[in-house]
């Protein structure tokens, strides 16, 4: 494990005197998506560089992660970023493989011209065009894929939005990182003209292209999720799981909290062809809700990344960070016939049963017991597994009690 988070000089020197007998993964950032990385990559001894602009995040103290520390945040100063990953690159001395866990660090991973780096996704412009929900829909479009009724504001004037989506209607990015860093969120529901109207004009002072959209009316605990890796030769050798985000926390459009497999053959048709369609290949998650009006499922977002909850379909037997890793390095990965599994994160499912009266517990007497017993990490026939809590690895939950009652939190929920 890393036995501190470092600066970044100290982290090269760390790293000159290491020795890799396989390439390096890095993940960055490096919170609760990074730490379930880790630990998916971890378990084929895969070695593992956790990168981040502090070290407040979980994963930095997780005994999956190698060495930690400091690099240059890519928002802030993309040049820096570069000139760090080079840095680090000459440090270990051999290819690394890294794995951006939030969009900003994918977009800057893709982005970089720098000899060793072996990426495990398709280059800037898919993912751009993956990303961009304008594009993203007009694949939707043209494959009969159905999606919310959407007016890019750049093409439309707020009147006509208002004119064709009425209130309330959701105002989202066509790109969301950046619309995260000036908002703190990556939709915004307005109710009138004025509040529509000072939404736009705030995105378009930052700069930001954003979109209106029809508000959908969504089945609580009906989402179906696409989780896959597509290698490079194309969707017919994709390997991926269905989950169903069962629990939200906050319900109606929070992050997922309790997630389970399913079997949804045409989610994962409709996911793989959109895929397919743009060129993508590598870890992704394709999110899609039931429209209670429309009576169908629709198509919100692509992630082109790993994301919060990616240790379920590695709980269940298919190891999409390995699958990405191996497929750019000279290790074997065979993923298995999917097998049911349930994600937990414990802290936002905690907060909803202690918050929200109506929410009914979907955890079982049995289920708690393994929890707390730990047995869900050892027990053969377990079907929970788990974002930060794990007895066998307990500093990262020790982590983020220690943010959670304090003034110090860490900038990103994933």
Known sequence: MAEEFLSTSALRDALADATFDRPPAIVSNAHITGLSVARALDAHDVPVIALDRNGDGVAPPSNTVDFAGTVTYPLEDFAGFQADIEAIVDAVGREVVPFGCMDEWAHAYARIDVDGVRLPFADADVVDSVLDKSELYATCERLDVPYPETHRLSDTSIDEAIDALGFPLVVKPALKREFEEAFGTNVIEVTDREEFADVVAAADDEGIDVMAQKRVDVAPGEDRSLASYVPPTGVEEAIGVVG???????????????????????????????????????????????????????????????????????????????????????????????????????????????????????????????????????????????????????????????????????????
């Open 244 to 414: 169903n985000a069962r629990v939200r926390y906050p319900q109606q459009f929070g992050t997922s909290c309790l997630v389970e497999r399913v079997d949804h053959p045409e989610i994962e048709d409709r996911a793989l062809g959109v895929l397919e369609e743009t060129g993508y290949y590598g870890i992704s998650e394709s999110e899609f809700v039931y429209d209670a009006d429309r009576e169908e499922y629709l198509l919100l977002d692509v992630n082109t990344r790993p994301w919060k909850w990616i240790g379920m379909p590695v709980a269940a037997g298919v190891n999409l960070p390995m699958a990405a890793y191996a497929a750019v390095t000279d290790a074997t990965y065979e993923a298995d016939t999917p097998r049911d599994s349930r994600w937990v994160y414990l802290r936002d499912y905690l907060s909803l049963l202690g918050s929200e009266d109506a929410f009914w517990d979907v955890l079982s007497t049995d289920d708690w017991s393994a929890l707390l017993s730990g047995s869900f990490e050892t027990t053969a026939d377990t079907d929970l597994t788990t974002g930060v809590y794990r007895p066998t690895d307990p500093d990262p939950a020790a982590k983020l009690i220690e943010t959670e009652f304090t003034d110090r939190e860490y900038y990103c929920a994933c």
